[in-house]
């Protein structure tokens, strides 16, 4: 009979209509009155104390608090995360980036007299307006210095806000993806989760930092 | 009555054209004549950045060609890569991969059908019930590789990374859902009468045509021809899967969608044999460098993608980029037989059979 498939689908549509719904709202959902205290983790009487406008919100549903996706330990996110004391400036990023983007100028120098630390880092500035997150410069680095991060809110108006220098990749919070850095996951490190920072240069690496005589007996006495 | 002749427009930018790609059509009345399919819109010149790239770098540039299938891209450079250079991959890498171009060749049928369809004018709602599976998908490749479309994920030798632990758990429920999924999206369009009407008995492809002008995938296994290249010249572990080849009968738009949507049944059956197979190890041998360096010689790998055959033809000059890299692009060569499709057919036939092709015209210009 002619319009059994339309109904069959309408019937679908009816089903999913009902089902659990699928859409993440970023950045802002509208929620009631306990989805509101649920996320300020605050009692009813001291949410209307503080606040009291958002309250009479909530009780009509649209008190908005953020939501976020989720997101994978490893999803390449866009502020680069870089561990000064790692890196060495031996550029192997900037080689191995297909598109080039990455600028590093060195000094030899002046702030470890240990092998292969002894290059003051002048430049290093990845311009992320050119970059497509591949994430080579990443695998290639072999002091896990440089890292992806996890952010992906760096829209900007101009071009040159897109380039990170050297002295925001300095100061910046680090929350490092754990992609190509298994050391991490080893330790189940989560970057979207509260207090995720790192601040330990030593807590990123694949292994310790070697010994002095460990650097001797390898680059001196074997040699 | 006397009629004239109209030629028009139609692109590069227009909804229904998936991309950038322009045709010039004659009419008489709603009647088509003449097709001229024009193309270049978005020729980025992929081969030759290839040239000046290293070949691990080369996987990057890969993933941009077919922008719904990276997967599948990776895997036939990978493949060519290593016949060039004589890498053997280690088997859990192996595995991985096939697991990963399966679940691709789902996002990619999913978005041919949903684009098929809202073509037809059913406007959004199977596409959007489509792109939600394709979503889970996606969300399975972050956590794998770091990025849901532009993926990278694999290297010669293998993958470069092994799947996290939690990914293993996401994939069971992925697959213990999609075929109740795949039930809704059967119950919605296949029976539906004005979706019949629409597509069956439109722009028939004959099965000789098919094969004169070597169309591949799903489109020739539409009209009736039983060529997959999993099954007639296996690559990576696909001799140890058994799974069906659904073909079509009449060649018609329904029998292109019919076929697509039975294939991602059959990869949801395939992944389910990899996970039976699959076993610890490592990822990638260890002795592959980092700066593949092959011989002097040259390679050629086809694997069958979602759109149809495709393969890198890669020249080694032995130094440490390709000498030449030449695409064999599935959705160019399929896209050549549109104008004798739809001659005689109507305009609303035109995009609905443009949708059938399935093209994506990052791979057509590349």
Request: contains cysteine; proline residues 6%; negative net charge.
């Amino acid at each position: 009979m002619f319009g059994i498939g339309l109904l069959k689908g309408l019937f679908t549509t009816l089903k999913n209509l009902l089902g659990p719904v699928f859409t993440v709202q970023y950045p802002n959902k509208k929620v009631g009155l306990i989805g509101a205290l649920k996320f300020h983790k605050k009692s009813p009487l001291e949410f209307l104390r503080t606040q009291p406008n958002e309250f009479i919100k909530s009780l009509a549903g649209l008190h908005e608090v953020p939501e976020y996706p989720s997101q994978a330990p490893r999803f390449r996110g866009q502020d680069f995360n870089w561990f000064e004391d790692r890196c060495t400036g031996c550029a192997s990023c900037a080689k191995y980036c297909p598109l080039g983007i990455i600028k590093i100028e060195t000094t030899p120098g002046s702030r470890d007299e240990k092998e292969g630390s002894s290059y003051d880092i002048d430049v290093f500035d990845i311009d992320i307006g050119r970059c497509m997150f591949c994430g080579l410069c990443v695998e290639a680095c072999p002091f896990d210095a440089l890292h992806m991060g996890s952010g992906f809110e760096r829209a900007n108006e101009k071009r040159k806000g897109l380039v990170i220098p050297v002295d925001e990749l300095r100061t910046a919070i680090k929350t490092p993806s754990t992609w190509f850095r298994p050391q991490m996951e080893d330790k189940n490190y989560k970057p979207k989760e509260k207090g995720a920072e790192i601040k330990d240069w030593h807590d990123v690496g694949r292994h310790e930092q070697p010994s002095d005589e460990e650097l001797t007996e390898k680059w001196v006495n074997e040699r | 009555m006397s009629t004239e002749l109209v030629t028009m427009n139609i692109g590069p930018i227009h909804p229904s054209t998936h991309g950038v790609f322009r045709m010039r059509v004659t009419f008489d009345g709603e009647t088509i004549i003449d097709a001229e399919p024009i193309i270049g819109y978005l020729h980025r010149g992929s081969e030759k950045l290839a040239e000046e790239r290293t070949y691990t770098q080369v996987v990057t540039l890969t993933d941009r060609m077919d922008y719904t299938a990276s997967m599948t891209n990776n895997q036939a450079y990978i493949l060519s890569v290593e016949k060039l250079s004589g890498i053997t991959p280690s088997e859990r890498g192996v595995w991985l991969r096939m697991i990963a171009s399966e679940l691709q060749r789902i996002a990619a049928h999913s978005v041919a059908i949903g684009f098929l369809i809202n073509d037809l004018g059913a406007w959004h709602t199977p596409l959007l019930y489509l792109l939600r599976e394709r979503e889970k998908i996606l969300e399975l490749f972050e956590m794998m590789c770091g990025a849901r479309i532009t993926n990278s994920y694999l290297r010669p030798g293998g993958v470069f990374m092994d799947a996290p632990d939690e990914f293993w758990p996401s994939l069971n429920r992925f697959l213990d859902e999609m075929p109740n999924r795949l039930d809704d999206i059967e119950n919605l369009l296949t029976d539906n009468e004005i979706i019949l009407a629409r597509t069956q008995n439109v722009a028939i492809l004959d099965k000789n045509d098919a094969i004169n002008a070597s169309i591949t995938g799903p489109m020739l296994r539409a009209s009736g021809v039983d060529w997959d290249l999993r099954h007639r010249n296996p690559y990576d572990y696909y001799e140890k899967i058994s799974f069906r080849r659904p073909l079509g009968t009449v060649g018609d738009n329904n029998d292109r969608y019919l076929v697509r949507l039975h294939e991602i049944r059959e990869s949801l059956k395939i992944v389910e044999q990899c996970l039976d197979l699959i076993e610890p190890g490592p990822v990638q041998p260890e002795e592959v460098p980092f700066l593949v360096r092959p011989p002097k010689g040259e390679s050629y790998v086809p694997i069958e993608a979602p759109k149809g055959e495709l393969g890198f033809y890669l020249v080694s000059d032995g130094g440490i980029s390709p000498f030449r890299c030449h695409v064999r692009a599935p959705s160019l060569i399929n896209l050549t037989l549109l104008r004798d499709m739809v001659i005689g057919y109507k305009i609303a036939d035109l995009f609905v059979t443009f949708g059938s092709i399935d093209v994506n015209m990052g791979e057509v210009d590349r």
